[in-house]
């Protein structure tokens, strides 16, 4: 019986010093180039919620006002990770960076829009023929914009275009500074919000689909491939949340954002907020590298294999029904 108690004993000591062992593994430090877009809602969540710490993730957030912007500080070294919409990768890669997707986590056709003002004598799409555009060159908002365009018979020389940054366009546009601005949710909200009738907005859901992702350099992937399925694994679980629940998810970005919460619920269920990788991405981003290279030519530049450019290994291994990129 002695005998017996002591083994007992024994197994219980190496237990707690396995769960000893296992809760001082060394906690990772990660800085994330973040924008306060509402795409990257899932990434506040985790953030806010500690799924990333529960993951053994320190995550260290560096906030951008874009995702252009944001992708442009990570490929510069001052981040690990970054958060971006599909067309700053796409001229990212045109001009020889090496960014790799390795999840969106947001997508939606009915981010991005026009609005203009009715006392700018614009009714209709062909009446922007002559105004004063506002735009934000490098992101999908001027993606959208070229498409609009196009399914409209309007010519970029139509229009007078001034770049503006997406939280300029509102005092731009009600100052009469510019007569339109092309731009995305919650700047594109706000702004119809604040002009009421005299305001008209086109949003046109067949033209594009935006796609946010969250993004890496190769070289950091291959190094940390266990941080980066931490990560996954976090985000799965803020996704998990604000599908369950949606009142509290909408509740903690009007806070976090600082935005309406009225406009969050008109808009949260034209929003896809899915950690995946799908055949989607890879014809988005093909086709906004045809656009890129007709319209903003990159000397030399050719089609990319975007399948180079996306990491699957990271969420296939933790949630395989995720992937649906045809990968092979």
Excluded at 49 to 78: D, N, V, W
Excluded at 183 to 197: C, H, P, Q, V
Aim: charged residues 20%; contains cysteine; proline residues 4%.
């Amino acid at each position: 019986m002695l005998k017996f108690m002591i083994i007992l004993m024994f197994i219980g000591v190496l237990m707690g010093c396995r769960n000893s062992s296992r809760n001082k593994e060394p906690v990772r430090k990660v800085t994330l180039a973040l924008t306060s877009q509402t795409e990257a809602t899932l990434v506040h969540l985790a953030m806010a919620k500690g799924y990333f710490t529960q993951e053994g993730i320190r995550m260290q957030p560096l906030m951008h006002a874009t995702g252009r912007a944001a992708l442009a500080s990570m490929l510069a070294g001052r981040a690990d990770l970054a958060t971006a919409a599909d067309t700053p990768v796409v001229f990212a890669v045109l001009t020889g960076e090496k960014p790799v997707i390795v999840a969106s986590i947001f997508s939606s056709n009915k981010n991005n829009g026009v609005i203009a003002g009715r006392d700018r004598g614009v009714v209709v799409p062909h009446d922007l023929k002559g105004k004063v555009v506002g735009y934000t060159p490098g992101t999908s908002s001027e993606f959208y914009m070229d498409n609009f365009l196009t399914a409209n018979a309007i010519l970029r020389g139509d229009m007078k275009l001034v770049a503006l940054k997406p939280e300029e366009m509102q005092n731009a546009l009600i100052s009469g500074k510019i007569d339109a601005a092309v731009t995305w949710n919650y700047y594109l909200a706000n702004i119809r919000k604040r002009l009421g009738s005299r305001g008209v907005t086109f949003i046109d859901k067949q033209i594009y689909t935006e796609i946010f992702n969250l993004v890496a350099g190769r070289e950091y992937v291959q190094k940390n491939p266990m941080v980066i399925r931490q990560v996954v694994r976090a985000l799965l679980k803020a996704e998990k949340f604000a599908a369950e629940h949606p009142d509290e998810a909408q509740a903690f970005v009007a806070t976090e954002l600082r935005i309406d919460k009225s406009l969050i619920a008109e808009l949260w269920s034209e929003f896809n907020f899915r950690v995946s990788l799908d055949q989607l991405l890879l014809l988005v981003l093909e086709d906004e590298s045809r656009w890129a290279m007709n319209g903003h030519p990159v000397e030399g530049a050719k089609m990319p294999n975007y399948l180079n450019y996306i990491h699957v290994d990271s969420l296939r291994g933790v949630k395989p029904e995720a992937v649906t990129l045809i990968s092979r």
